[in-house]
Structure formats: C-alpha cells, structure tokens
C-alpha cells in the first residue's frame, strides 16, 4: 500500500511510520514539525519507502501518485501543547480533516481518523463504551482539542455517509512509549524524565484522579488492525486496566529506584476525573488486547529517556 501519514513525525505518528514501512508499505509522512520532530524519523529519511514533507495540512494538501490510505493523526495532543496553540489545534481537527478527507476522496483512499477519549470529556458513564457521547465543556480549556475531535468525527462519518468514503476512527486513549518528548507535558513522560532527574514528581489535585495507560506498540498494532477491518463506527483503542495517578507515580519511582519526592500541584482546569475504555468492540472486531504491562511499558520508555541523556535533555 502507499500510506499517507499525517503527523508522521510525531510521537504515535512516527510508530506508525516505522509499522508501516516494516510491513512492506510506502509511506508520506506530512507533518508541520510544531510538536514532532525529524529526529523521530531520522532512521527512516534514507529509506526508499519513506518520504518526509514539511507542509501544515490545516492549508490544502495535494500529494502526486496513487494514495490506498491516508492516516489523519496531526494535531498535538499533550494538554500542555493545545492549551499553547489553541487554534491550531482547532485549525488541524477541523481544516485539517477536511482537506485530508478531500485527499482521500480524490485518491479513492481509505481514510483513517485518530480521535481521542477527550471526546468522552469528563465522563459520567464507567468504563467508555463507544456508544456514549461524552460530557465536554466546549468553551473551557480543553475545548479546543475535544471539540475540534469531535467535528472530525462528524465530519469524517458525513464523507462516509455521502460520499460513500471508506472511513475508519480510532479513539486514542492515553498512549506512551519512547519518543515522547521530555517536555511533553503528559503525566508519564513528565514523571520518568522527574524521576530519572531526582527532580519532583508533580501530582496535579490528590492524584486519585484514574488514566488507562497503554504502550505505543500495542496501540499501534490496535490502529492497523482497525485500518484493515471494514468497521467504519468509533473503536476505542487503549488498555482496560486502570490506575490512579498516584499508583503511576509509585510505579514509575518503583522502576526507576528514583527518591524524587512528590510535589502537589492544583489540579488543571476540566480534568477528567476517571478514564478507562471499554474495549469490547476492538476485542470483537478486531480480536485486539494490549499485551505490554504497564511496568514493563514504563521500563522500556525510561530507557528511551535514559538514551537521551536524561536529565541532561531536560
Ligand atoms: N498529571 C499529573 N502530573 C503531571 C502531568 C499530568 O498529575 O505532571 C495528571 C493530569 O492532571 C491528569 C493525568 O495526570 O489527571 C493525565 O494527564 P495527561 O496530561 O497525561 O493526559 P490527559 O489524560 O489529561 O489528557
């Protein structure tokens, strides 16, 4: 297949590359380098199959040649990132979606949209099934990224409906792995790259608060399968198993033999009190499970920030 990847150079994106070109795919990574990074793909520049362009897919995109999938998983994603760039953010989701769309139709391509569990919001229904339409405040921080996902996906199943697109959507729930930047800003990243400096681990609220981690390579592998199904409905990807944030904190200490003391911090505006998804449709559809514990994954992504030269890359 010839793969558009859109935000290729990111943090999930830049797997995503490296799965695809290791299954024999070609692939155009597009990607405006504001939260990825070349050095993500820097392994991958030499390789007959792979190109990088530097193009921002909020303004109209054109690729020559045959195109089988476009893959649509611009935008930042960490809420330090969107919180910086609030219209891009909403420009990407919604302009961005809309031209990668057209792309697709163009191509005759299938399309694949990363969404997110932000559009559950602050969920009153536990765990997520796909069926629950969320409990977002459209006007507060957090906004910019729930509802700019949210229009996607309207978007997306409109071309479904009336242009008979062949579209998929994955909901991303909280994804980690190496490549994450040190600064990202998300609770995991943020938590080794403080451990492995003896830094302060920062707690935002009491840390009772409840995320489901899940390794990028199963998330990835969870992605693809969804890509080859012919499920065009929402597919939660993510893992089922739940902890609170203070049980992170105490993994992440526990892996890395840090004595960082724990720091806490007035929790951020519309944070989600509780978030696990229920996977039953990704189980079924696409026989998928997460298969990297949540230790291991923290073993294998404080490696990665240990090969940086952690915390001189703070
Ligand atoms: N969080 C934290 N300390 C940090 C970063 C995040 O306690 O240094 C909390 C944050 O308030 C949230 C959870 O960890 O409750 C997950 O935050 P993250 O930014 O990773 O992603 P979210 O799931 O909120 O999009």
Redesign the pocket.
Known sequence: MRVVVTGGAGFLGSHLCDHLIARGDEVVCIDNLSTGTSSNVAHLLEHRRFALVEHDVSAYVDVDGAVDAVLHFASPA??VDYAKMPIQTLKVGSLGTHNTLGLAKAKGATFLLASTS?VYGDPLVHPQVEQYWGNVNPVGPRGVYDEAKRFAEAMTMAYCRYHELDTRIVRVF?TYGPRMRPND????S??IVAALAGAPI????D?T?T?SFCFVDDQVRGIVALLESGEHEPVNIGSPEEFT?TELAEIVLETTGSESPVRYLP??VD??KR?RPDTTRAQELLGWNPSVALREGVQRTAEYFRSLGMPGAL
Do not use: A, C, K
């Not at 800003?185 to 995991?188: E, F, L, N, P, Q």
């Not at 920062?202 to 609220?205: H, K, S």
């Open positions: 960490s809420p932000e909280n800003g998300r609770v995991v943020n938590f920062t707690i935002y609220g840390g608060q995320r944030v929790l951020p944070d989600p978030r």
